[in-house]
């Protein structure tokens, strides 16, 4: 038995209610990440995969490789390095429309498959932004246990990513999808999936040790970056008061509100991409009150972040804010939400 079908059989015993497609195509883009670090260049690994190097542990599964690389980089002599000593049989360019100034390229990496798969031959999506980096600070990480058996050498390449308040900031501004992020819908296609992911994302991310002046300088440098690359008549503020709504919509649960219908039906399916198969409405309603917090903190300049813990008492605590007073509601449903929602609306 090979390395990589080892993993996989690890893998999916410990997370028996994953899907074993699924396990697969998570091990083989690491593998594209490692043989991309072989090749020599020069990247900076970003996007919902990467987010393995933060938490140190697969809180979800993503299966597409993003970097950023210098505006004048030569991919491809790199790119077939990486066929010839990989398991990746061939890659080919997926050209797609510019949806905006920036320059992008996307590459699909073919491989043969140990699972049965319907969908026919598959692939690791690697998206590719080329331009100067909009992260304050970048960190060297590994992949944690058990993915780190991929690496072949006997001292394992680090992995060039943002640092967790980078990351942080690049997210926040994704999830707006009024102005700069993902929206809703694209194409006539239904993104509630992905912007369901950057909820999810922000939710966790939150949790961890991450420097606020990092999040602060990468959210609106990148926010400001797609006003201008987009030529939209907007202003930061815009951006997140987008956000806000988002959030409020989906911590009151508001039936009127067909963005509220689309992140319900986005729960319905991120599902099957986490390994124990658990995010519900609740979950969604105590990760949007953290991404209303941390935005009340940028719009304020306020750095400080106030943690709840076992200890925190709410008992005290109401929402007087006229508009948004029926998030008091969110003290019996769950404490945590009301109490990121309280210290987002005490900054207002």
Same mark, same amino acid.
């Given at each position: 038995?090979? %390395? ?6 690890? $893998?999916?015993?410990?997370?028996? #209610? ?10 083989? /883009? ?33 299966? &597409?490789?993003?970097? @950023? ?12 390095? +990486?066929?010839? %000593? ?29 699972? @049965? ?9 690697? &998206? ?11 960190? @060297? ?8 058996? $991929? ?19 690049? #997210? ?24 369901? #992911? ?24 990148? /926010? ?10 907007? &202003?930061?503020?815009? +951006?997140? /008061?987008?956000?806000?709504? $988002? ?20 729960? =319905? ?16 309603? =105590?990760?949007?009150? #953290? ?17 709840? %813990? ?16 029926? $998030? ?21």
């Amino acid at each position: 038995m090979n %390395n990589t079908e080892h993993i996989i059989n690890e $893998l999916s015993l410990l997370y028996s #209610k994953a899907d074993t497609i699924l396990v697969e195509k998570q091990i083989n /883009a690491f593998l594209l990440l490692i043989a991309l670090k072989r090749s020599g260049i020069d990247f900076i690994f970003k996007g919902g995969t990467s987010l393995i190097l933060h938490f140190e542990e697969l809180k979800r599964f993503s299966i &597409d490789i993003d970097i @950023q690389v210098g505006s004048h980089i030569d991919l491809i002599p790199s790119l077939e390095s +990486v066929i010839a %000593n990989s398991l990746f049989d061939r890659f080919e360019e997926d050209i797609r429309k510019a949806g905006s100034k920036l320059t992008k390229r996307h590459f699909k990496f073919y491989f043969n498959s140990n699972r @049965q798969n319907s969908f026919g031959e598959s692939y690791v999506l690697l &998206d590719v932004v080329f331009g100067e980096y909009p992260f304050p600070i970048i960190e @060297q990480r590994y992949l944690p246990a058990p993915f780190n058996d $991929l690496y072949s050498e006997i001292d394992p390449l680090p992995i060039n990513t943002p640092s967790t308040g980078g990351i942080i900031g690049d #997210k926040l501004t994704a999830f707006a999808p009024r102005t700069v992020g993902i929206p809703f819908y694209r194409g006539g296609r239904s993104m509630s999936l992905e912007i369901v #992911k950057q909820l999810f994302d922000l939710g966790y991310l939150f949790d961890l040790d991450f420097n606020a002046d990092e999040m602060k300088k990468a959210f609106f440098q990148i /926010a400001e970056s797609v006003i201008h690359d987009r030529e939209l008549s907007i &202003d930061v503020e815009e +951006v997140i /008061a987008d956000s806000i709504g $988002l959030c409020f919509d989906i911590s009151t649960r508001n039936q009127n509100s067909k963005e509220f219908v689309e992140v319900l039906a986005g729960i =319905r399916r991120f599902v099957n991409f986490l390994p124990d198969r658990r995010f519900n409405i609740i979950d969604a309603i =105590r990760s949007s009150a #953290k991404v209303a917090y941390l935005l009340m903190l940028l719009k304020n300049g306020s750095l400080e972040i106030a943690r709840f %813990n076992n200890d925190t008492n709410i008992d005290g605590l109401s929402i007087q804010v006229m508009d948004y007073s029926k $998030l008091n509601k969110l003290k019996k449903i769950d404490p945590q939400a009301f109490f990121y929602w309280y210290k987002a609306l005490d900054l207002k």
